[in-house]
């Protein structure tokens, strides 16, 4: 794994919320720290409620993590573009989050419960 990136499982229940709905419960969500950057959650993907994400035209790169394509989120106030985000093949040293998807948190409410 890339030194400056850490990849461990997430303590307890995690969820994400947006305008109240809840689009994710996870016991087995992964924390994702690198370098000087806020831990990240990445959720597998089993335990989210697809149905209410849409895949966005937007991608980007990291070095180190690969290819990221977006969701947005369909919601009743309208649509929360690019609210999450997912490596669908990961770089090598970061295996571990295929399969799972990233929420921003000024988009949704991610939390511990």
Known sequence: MTKHIRITRAPGTWTVRSEGAVLVESKDALVLSEGTYEPVIYFPRADIAMSLLDPSDTTSTCPHKGDATYFSIAGESGTIIDA??????????????????????????????
Request: aromatic fraction near 14%; charged fraction near 25%; glycine fraction near 4%.
């Open 84 to 113: 999450g985000w997912s490596y669908e093949t990961p770089n090598a040293d970061v295996a571990e989050i295929k399969d799972h998807i990233a929420f921003f948190s000024d988009k949704v409410t991610v939390e511990q419960i």
